[in-house]
């Protein structure tokens, strides 16, 4: 973009971080996260892993994971097994095929987008906030965008050349 004029855009500084590690239910679009301002590892996922196994019926569970490296070692899979969870990994560069994206594509563009947050606290309130208004006020809007269609190939002959 070029300008007769320089014009200064404000934007956030410093490296504080704020992650969310979620998981949501397909049917019931529930979602379960943790949080926190470090980093995310494989005891992140095992604390994950024990919510979701806390939060839901006497079911069978399968969790659909990217391929993270810290999602496919031992502790993740020896916790899984003793929750009885199944752990489903999507092949490698396909987040299209994980609807935790698209929720995580909604909530940036709901309170990320275009906007500037002064402090810390106020940023990490307006995902928060978000998040937590998932099941009222963007309950439509959702409904819409976390359908189980997804774009599949009849001939993948085709692509594969």
Request: glycine letters at 2%; a positive charge.
């Amino acid at each position: 973009m070029w300008s007769f004029t320089r014009v200064f855009i404000k934007a956030p500084c410093g490296r504080q971080r704020h992650n969310v590690l979620g998981a949501l239910n397909a049917v019931t679009l529930q979602l379960v996260t943790i949080t926190n301002d470090t980093y995310i590892n494989a005891n992140t996922v095992c604390e994950l892993l024990e919510k979701i196994a806390s939060s839901v019926l006497k079911i069978p569970i399968t969790l659909v994971l990217d391929n993270a490296k810290y999602q496919r070692c031992e502790a993740v899979f020896a916790c899984a097994q003793r929750l009885n969870i199944e752990l489903l990994f999507l092949p490698t560069y396909s987040p299209n095929l994980n609807l935790i994206e698209r929720l995580w594509k909604f909530v940036k563009k709901k309170c990320l987008y275009s906007k500037y947050y002064d402090k810390f606290p106020a940023f990490k309130s307006a995902i928060t906030d978000c998040l937590d208004k998932l099941d009222t006020d963007h309950k439509a809007e959702l409904a819409q965008l976390m359908t189980l269609n997804f774009q599949t190939f009849k001939n993948v002959q085709v692509l594969a050349r």
